[in-house]
């Protein structure tokens, strides 16, 4: 059984930084992929980026790019969202997943499996 818990999210000021982690358990395929996203109160739950679990290649929506980065940790099974620069219009509730379906970059939220429970993020100007 899969299982994703993120950690690290909190209220920061503008231009800040924080790092979101996202443990996985289960078993991985090389093919998966691990995506962050996030959704605002109102708002659609939004794409923020994507890591290949065997190679470790990236894409990053246009709202972020240059600001956040995604690694990853394969001993510890561990995927990160490091943001840095961050706004007001950053603040979300962040969700990783995992995406089964092949794709290379999957970006939109019916192409993933497997949900965390998200963490808050509040970004105050």
């Known amino acids: 059984q899969v299982q994703l818990v993120e950690s690290g999210g909190g209220l920061v000021q503008a231009g800040g930084s924080l790092r979101l982690s996202c443990a996985a358990s289960?078993?991985?395929?090389?093919?998966?992929?691990m995506g962050w996203f996030r959704q605002a109160p109102g708002k659609d739950r939004e794409f923020v980026g994507v890591?290949?679990?065997?190679?470790?290649?990236?894409y990053y929506a246009d709202s972020v790019k240059g600001r956040f980065t995604i690694s990853r940790d394969n001993a510890k099974n561990t995927v990160y969202l490091q943001m840095n620069s961050l706004k007001p219009e950053d603040t979300a509730v962040y969700y990783c997943?995992?995406?089964?379906?092949?794709?290379?970059?999957?970006?939109?939220?019916?192409?993933?499996?497997?949900w965390g429970q998200g963490t808050q993020v509040t970004v105050s100007s």
């Open positions: 997943a995992r995406s089964d379906s092949g794709v290379s970059y999957p970006i939109f939220v019916r192409q993933y499996t497997y």
């Open positions: 890591i290949r679990w065997n190679g470790g290649s990236t």
């Open positions: 289960g078993r991985t395929f090389s093919s998966s992929a």
